[in-house]
């Protein structure tokens, strides 16, 4: 387990966007890379929400860490969990031993935050991994297997009411795709279930949908919405929830089953137990290189990390983690050679977001679409950033399908 | 939930093979049909071991039933567990209340059978369903990874060491995918594996594999197993296994952490909860017709009805299951009409096995076939049994692949 002397030891923390990007773009530097988390896999958290509406399986969103850098020779993965960061000592405490490193890159990603919420952190669903979206399908197919048996009205009603919490890309998308899964197939298959019956419900703190985007694109996003019969409401705020009724802060009180919880992201729970003192949502300040100060040797990068850019935080989202980890790999490389680092700057390339059939909105390389052209765009987009050709070809082919077909294959309760 | 009073209603238990099979025969038929399963889903078993094997996706494999028996007009659905058969009252009482019947068709299906060994029980691994596929899935590369992190040699190799207790068709296929997983797959995704510390074992009792065949072919598949560096042993019981070591009855003592247990079915427990008599593995007898003894109009399929024929009990899989469905629904069309009720009568269509890659057994239309010709018709059997176009076509893609390109897609850790 000891590092060669003359080949220093690069370690990476997560197999997100950003610490898999540092491993490949390692791949011809003078060192050792060893990637360590706690799941085997790597994850395309953008179609999340597409496992969580049955439309896409677990499987095709996700692949084996050791697979995509099967062909790197200075890389080994580990599937372990870090306990303990000892930077004095230049050493990581995990639940399978120590870790000597010369580098350290962590890049741990984040965790939904219900900033503090506890009846919402119990009751309400989360979306940030596999287990979590499989909860949501389970626990929308039961609502409505449920409902299917339930003779009081109320009590059906409830059953068949969806609330989202969160105007962003993932609360828009989810609600989208929630809405055409119940009025598109589920209906095909529940013959005798009133439509009517079901309300889905977006919950936003805010006047706005999609803030990123320009004004025009985030009206677009709503009105599409609201065609698709979701409940858009602005200003709304979760105070409570208990599992049947959902409490806003107005007072109004929403019987309802389901809680989507979309409204937040903090730093994965490793960032707490550093020993430094966090920024916002738990994220750690980080040099203009994004080395950590005091630490030349370590960097953190993606939802971990605290940078502001203009005068605002970098947002927690794949492309930040994507570039930053390209400059990490850039600088480690530097300093090896005795250069000096450059700082890390964040171009933004814009926002996409679909909500279901032949609707998206985009601001892209200084466009904006919407409608139909936005929606292809996403399509394009979604299938190249997708790793390995396995899960293009069988994303492509599955949404081939339910686009023709007006279906959903995923469908199963499979909870035991 | 009151059954119209001129209609009959038929309740199913059971959405396997033969439950699903006696619904779809009675579309036609002037009774109301109710199939009532704790799952949402059919299962098509068969294949299960592949998902274990990390070749299919669950959702590959399985349908909802809903979906299945979309078009049928007097066809309806409910996700409920079976607590009690009131048999006198023409009563199930169920998780969501009583349901009334005028027929009752029991198929719960089956179990595995650890016959009583408690160690078993607790740490060895069933494959009936998916949940038992995603734990064998996730165990055995859970064990590959732990392997890479183990510095003890005797350790790492008991991580590696793979028992498959019974030679039956389960056994036999689940050890020779689990062979080829390793050694065709795993092998590049851990370059630091040391093969031969890699042992799969194939425990059988008797002196025979495939009891079912006729001795060529159980020759040629234990000779293909042998090939594929399966230690297949005869004469071989397990009597303990404590999750470190499998004790077997002759004394012999084997450090492993994998028992994959194909060693036998049982009928599901609802039949226990029956208030009748059972037969061998909990079946209950059944009438020539698959009527229960005193209840005309109840009538019992698949694995939880014994019946013998020619002097041995019929085996409990899914073409029994199949044609008895088809009989009942016969029957009960019969009843309707006033007309005396046919005896059932199982025609053996044979049996196939596959091995792996080009290999497999087949006993079918008097033929007897094994190597590459064995293996095609058992792809053909297999993808035409499958239920629906998309399963059919995701599944013979992912067929394909792997056998191209010497993959297994779905080799994700994903239990929480």
């Not at 050792?32 to 896409?56: E, I, K, M, S």
Request: glycine content about 8%.
């Amino acid at each position: 387990m000891k590092a060669d002397k003359m080949i220093p030891t690069v370690v990476i923390v997560g197999a997100g966007f950003g610490g898999l990007r540092v491993a490949r773009a390692l791949r011809r530097a003078p060192v050792q890379v060893v990637l360590v988390d706690r799941n085997n896999y790597h994850l395309f958290q953008p179609l999340l929400y597409q496992v969580a509406t049955a439309g896409l399986e677990p499987e095709e969103i996700a692949k084996p860490a050791r697979a995509v850098l099967r062909g790197q020779k200075n890389f080994d993965f580990r599937m372990i969990e870090v306990t303990r960061v000892d930077f004095a000592a230049k050493r990581l405490d995990t639940t399978a031993g120590p870790i000597a490193y010369d580098f350290l890159v962590l890049a741990p990603g984040g965790e939904t935050n219900f900033f503090g919420l506890a009846s919402l952190q119990r009751h309400g669903l989360g979306l940030k991994d596999i287990p979590d979206a499989i909860t949501i399908r389970n626990h929308v197919l039961t609502c409505f297997e449920q409902a299917m048996l339930e003779p009081d009205a109320e009590k059906r009603r409830a059953l068949l009411t969806f609330i989202v919490v969160g105007g962003g890309p993932t609360g828009v998308e989810m609600a989208g795709a929630l809405s055409e899964l119940i009025r598109l197939v589920l209906v095909k298959d529940y013959p005798r279930l009133n439509i009517k019956d079901v309300r889905i419900l977006l919950l936003e703190a805010t006047d706005k949908l999609l803030p990123a985007l320009p004004e025009r694109l985030r009206e677009a996003a709503g009105k599409t919405l609201w065609r698709k019969y979701v409940e858009v409401r602005f200003g709304a705020t979760v105070a409570d929830f208990d599992g049947r009724q959902a409490h806003l802060k107005s007072g109004e009180i929403i019987p309802a089953q389901t809680v989507i919880w979309a409204a937040g992201v903090r730093a994965a729970p490793l960032t707490a137990t550093l020993g430094l003192a966090p920024a916002r949502q738990g994220r750690i300040p980080v040099e203009p290189t994004l080395q950590l100060a005091g630490h030349p040797e370590v960097f953190i990068i993606g939802d971990a990390a605290y940078r502001e850019q203009d005068g605002e935080p970098l947002p927690m989202v794949a492309p930040v983690a994507i570039q930053m980890g390209e400059s990490v790999a850039r600088n480690i490389a530097r300093q090896l050679r005795g250069q000096p680092l450059e700082p890390f700057r964040y171009h933004d390339q814009g926002t996409l977001a679909t909500i279901g059939r032949n609707a998206a909105v985009a601001h892209v390389f200084g466009l904006q679409l919407s409608g139909f052209p936005a929606w292809v765009m996403w399509l394009v987009v979604h299938i190249i950033q997708l790793i390995g050709f396995r899960n293009k070809l069988f994303v492509l082919l599955n949404w081939a399908w339910d686009y023709f077909f007006y279906e959903r294959a995923a469908r199963l309760i499979t909870r035991d």
